[in-house]
Nanobody, 126 residues
Framework: QVQLVESGGGLVQAGDSLRLSCAAS????????MGWFRQAPGKERKLVTG????????YYADSVKGRFTISRDNARNTVFLQMDNLKPEDTAVYYC???????????????????WGQGTQVTVSS
């Protein structure tokens, strides 16, 4: 089992950048696909971006393409989410998640994540 702890959230203005980190503990982090989800008030939690265990493939929701970048450092058991040109509609609680489903060439869909962090709040003011 892997434990996940997010950090880096905060209050920023539209157009600013933030970098979220997710530190993982537990065995075999490098074998998990990783994803970042977000949940805005009154809305469902949705997959925003994901990365395969090898970093060979990534996925981005249309709403964040060109603005968000996911990366991972398996040596440091950490996954990152660089968020640029933030918009008020990016305001949400952001969750890091790990998937034990090992696909080589694509990121697992959002219903295939097994472990979750506690979430970090990102608030973007206009």
């Amino acid at each position: 089992q892997v434990q996940l702890v997010e950090s880096g959230g905060g209050l920023v203005q539209a157009g600013d950048s933030l970098r979220l980190s997710c530190a993982a503990s537990g065995p075999a982090f490098s074998s998990y696909a990783m994803g970042w989800f977000r949940q805005a008030p009154g809305k469902e939690r949705k997959l925003v971006t994901g990365i395969t265990w090898s970093s060979r493939s990534t996925y981005y929701a249309d709403s964040v393409k060109g603005r968000f970048t996911i990366s991972r450092d398996n040596a440091r058991n950490t996954v990152f989410l660089q968020m640029d040109n933030l918009k008020p509609e990016d305001t949400a609680v952001y969750y890091c998640a790990a998937s034990a489903h090992q696909y080589s060439n694509y990121v697992p869909p959002q219903n295939e994540y097994d472990y979750w962090g506690q979430g970090t709040q990102v608030t973007v003011s206009s």
